[in-house]
Nanobody, 123 residues
Framework: QVQLVESGGGLVQSGGSLRLSCAAS????????MGWYRQAPGKERELVAT???????DYAASVKGRFTISRDNDKKMVTLQMNSLEPEDPAVYYC?????????????????WGQGTQVTVSS
């Protein structure tokens, strides 16, 4: 069984910073792309940022230059440093990872989701 556990959400003033973390656990033999998505009320879930196992990153245009994604492969963790938070950023932020699990053999990687963490920005 694989779990993605997020932490670090909360309330911050506009212009402030938050750092989200996500740790993967379980019988994992490989993690490919890791990323963060977010979903605001009444909106579809959208991609925020991704990072490959080689460290290549990609960002949504709305967060580029303000958010930084990084990962620690040894710790099976991905973090999202969010700076200059804006009123458009509040949402539930979800960790996502493409994970290969060992269970009576090497199962092909598939996507797993965390439970989500709330980010609120006050003006």
């Amino acid at each position: 069984q694989v779990q993605l556990v997020e932490s670090g959400g909360g309330l911050v003033q506009s212009g402030g910073s938050l750092r989200l973390s996500c740790a993967a656990s379980g019988s994992i033999y490989r993690i490919n792309v890791m990323g963060w998505y977010r979903q605001a009320p009444g909106k579809e879930r959208e991609l925020v940022a991704t990072v490959t196992d080689a460290g290549n990153t990609d960002y949504a245009a709305s967060v580029k230059g303000r958010f930084t994604i990084s990962r620690d492969n040894d710790k099976k963790m991905v973090t999202l440093q969010m700076n200059s938070l804006e009123p458009e950023d509040p949402a539930v932020y979800y960790c996502n990872a493409d994970i290969g699990v060992f269970a009576a053999g090497y199962a092909p990687p598939k996507k797993y989701w965390g439970q989500g963490t709330q980010v609120t920005v006050s003006s």
